[in-house]
């Protein structure tokens, strides 16, 4: 994925401050101060990561969070570890 590289400083910074759910509100804020392609870039990362296919009668909550987590960074290998377990996160928020 060709993501510019202000984009991807920018979802770092906001990753930040998504703790286990990606709203409106802070959808919003996010794309009031970052504007709309790392809201986008932000929306499609997130989705990313809720959307892994997990078969629940194989795996447990634990053994899927680190394949979701490097299957994030392979994919978006300039996230940072912390937008990565920030993002990993919220998988696990919506699986409980």
């Known amino acids: 994925m060709d993501v510019p590289l202000t984009?991807?400083?920018?979802?770092?910074?906001?990753?930040q401050v998504l703790n286990a759910w990606l709203d409106e509100a802070k959808?919003?804020?996010?794309?009031?101060?970052?504007?709309?392609?790392?809201?986008s870039f932000l929306l499609e990362a997130y989705h990313a990561a809720l959307n892994y296919p997990v078969d629940w009668a194989e795996e447990?909550?634990?053994?899927?969070?680190?394949?979701?987590?490097?299957?994030?960074?392979?994919?978006?290998?300039?996230?940072?570890?912390?937008?990565?377990?920030?993002l990993s996160g919220c998988f696990a928020y919506a699986w409980k």
């Open 7 to 15: 984009v991807q400083a920018q979802a770092n910074e906001a990753l």
């Open 27 to 39: 959808g919003q804020e996010v794309e009031a101060r970052y504007g709309g392609a790392t809201y």
């Open 60 to 86: 447990t909550l634990e053994t899927v969070l680190p394949k979701v987590e490097h299957s994030l960074r392979e994919k978006y290998p300039f996230l940072s570890a912390e937008s990565i377990r920030r």
